[in-house]
């Protein structure tokens, strides 16, 4: 949803390094420039299978088995993000401390960026196809299998294309979006464990003009519909620097502190 104005970047072998960009890097990694693609005109869903535990970051991405992408009828009325059938237990002070937090792409470099245009959020650089990973224990809150942007609307609701979010044990909702695939057997109310896959890096959704990346925003969890919040909340760069760095670090207190300010929630309010 916008260009990278700092990075960092995932190394799974630990050794970083800091580039000129900022962008955190390993001493064997292999830049690549993928094109940009065409914008699509048709309306895509993808799903994949995916591993039912969480797995360690590997060296390189895994293939993971795909199905085709197909192309359903353009539906009369927007796709609405499928919601869980029960809620996400209570945060407690005991479930906080015992939180474990990772970066959300796994097995690829990948270059986030450290503002992000009209609403906080970061647009996470990666090639298309590497794991995005749930960031927290939790349970899938809301998943959007079919991509209905159209560049000529750009819809604010339609912008994120294939998308999953997660409210960690914690409290906090994580949302991902802009992705190639969707893991067969994620859905609402799945309970996930920190660093298990659920779907891959792509360019859906707004992302059809831009590289392949993974946007990723923190908010507190909303009503369904409430997109504009789901997007992102809070500044999450400090946090993905933190767990990149294999640091502990909370957004627990922040998104309490943010919610409290905004108010009545009456509506998006920028970038709609």
């Known amino acids: 949803m916008a260009f990278l104005s700092a990075a960092l970047v995932v190394a799974g072998s630990g050794l970083i390094a800091l580039t000129a960009t900022g962008a955190f890097?390993?001493?064997?990694?292999?830049?690549?420039?993928?094109?940009?693609?065409?914008?699509?005109?048709?309306?895509?869903?993808?799903?994949?299978a995916v591993p039912t535990t969480p797995t360690a970051v590997p060296s390189e991405p895994a293939a993971v088995p795909t199905t085709a992408p197909s192309a359903p009828a353009t539906p009369a009325q927007p796709a609405t993000p499928q919601r869980p059938?029960?809620?996400?237990?209570?945060?407690?002070?005991?479930?906080?401390?015992?939180?474990?937090?990772?970066?959300?792409?796994?097995?690829?470099?990948?270059?986030?960026?450290?503002?992000?245009?009209?609403?906080?959020?970061?647009?996470?650089?990666?090639?298309?196809?590497?794991?995005?990973?749930?960031p927290v224990d939790g349970r899938v809150d809301e998943v959007t299998r079919v991509d209905t942007w159209n560049k000529k609307t750009n819809v604010g609701r339609d912008r994120g294309g294939l998308s999953i979010s997660v409210v960690g044990v914690d409290g906090v909702r994580y949302y991902g979006s802009h992705l190639s695939a969707i893991g067969a057997g994620i859905k609402p109310g799945l309970v996930v464990k920190a660093g298990q896959p659920l779907g891959l890096t792509g360019n859906t959704g707004s992302a059809q003009v831009t590289p392949p990346h993974l946007h990723f925003g923190i908010s507190w969890p909303t009503a369904p519909g409430h997109w504009w919040i789901r997007r992102g909340a809070v500044a999450p760069q400090s946090f993905l620097n933190a767990w990149h760095e294999g640091r502990q670090l909370s957004?627990?207190?922040?998104?309490?502190?943010?919610?409290?300010?905004?108010?009545?929630?009456?509506g998006c309010r920028d970038y709609c």
Not at 251 to 266: E, N, Q, T
């Open 25 to 48: 890097d390993r001493s064997d990694s292999k830049k690549t420039t993928e094109p940009v693609p065409a914008p699509a005109t048709s309306v895509r869903t993808k799903t994949v």
């Open 85 to 134: 059938s029960r809620s996400v237990a209570p945060t407690t002070a005991a479930a906080v401390r015992a939180t474990r937090y990772v970066f959300p792409i796994g097995g690829c470099r990948a270059d986030a960026s450290q503002s992000h245009h009209d609403y906080p959020a970061s647009d996470i650089f990666a090639d298309k196809g590497c794991k995005f990973v749930s």
């Open 251 to 266: 957004p627990v207190a922040l998104v309490g502190k943010v919610r409290r300010a905004y108010g009545v929630d009456r």
